[in-house]
Structures are given as structure tokens and as C-alpha cells.
């Protein structure tokens, strides 16, 4: 996957959780929302580093960046999930 992809996916992911951030009231939105998709992204990696004795990895594609991006740790969980589900 090119580079560019993937930088368009994560910026993308952030400005929608500032977004959010802002219509929810947040007194710190860029904080939230960074911490937010940090989270997401951490544990997408996590799960490919650890999928060295697991065997359980997940591309990185601008879908699942989207996704642990926007929906934190619970969003890498369903990844997972359907993963094992569906191969």
C-alpha cells in the first residue's frame, strides 16, 4: 500500500474526531481526538507484533486504520473478530 494512502486514511480519521470532539462540547478536542485514534492505532499494532506467536495479523489498509482510528479498542477487537471469522 503506498504511503500516501495511509497518511490520507489517519488524517482523515482525526479531522472526523475533532469533529466530533467540537459538537460534543469537548474543552480539549485535538487532545481527545488524538488520544483517541493513538489508542485505536496502538492496538492495531499491537496486534500485528503480536501476531508473531498469535497468528492472528490484520493488514494495514486504509479500512482498518479507519476503523481502530475512529473506534479505539473496540473497533481492533471487531477487526479481529471478523478476521477469524471470516477466513
Known amino acids: ?3 500516501g494512502e495511509v497518511l490520507w486514511a489517519a488524517g482523515g480519521v ?3 474526531l475533532v469533529i466530533l470532539q467540537l459538537c460534543a462540547g469537548s474543552k480539549k478536542p ?3 481526538a488524538i488520544g483517541a485514534a ?3 492505532w496502538l492496538a492495531l499494532v499491537a ?3 503480536t501476531g508473531i506467536f498469535t497468528g492472528v495479523t490484520l ?3 486504509p479500512l482498518s486504520i479507519g476503523v481502530s482510528g475512529a ?3 473496540p473497533g ?3 477487526l479481529v473478530v471478523l478476521d477469524m471469522l471470516l477466513v
Open 30 to 32: 485535538v487532545r481527545g
Open 1 to 3: 500500500m503506498p504511503d
Open 76 to 78: 481492533v477487537t471487531l
Open 59 to 61: 493488514p494495514v489498509s
Open 14 to 16: 482525526l479531522v472526523l
Open 47 to 49: 496486534v500485528n507484533v
Open 38 to 40: 493513538l489508542l485505536g
Open 71 to 73: 473506534a479505539g479498542i
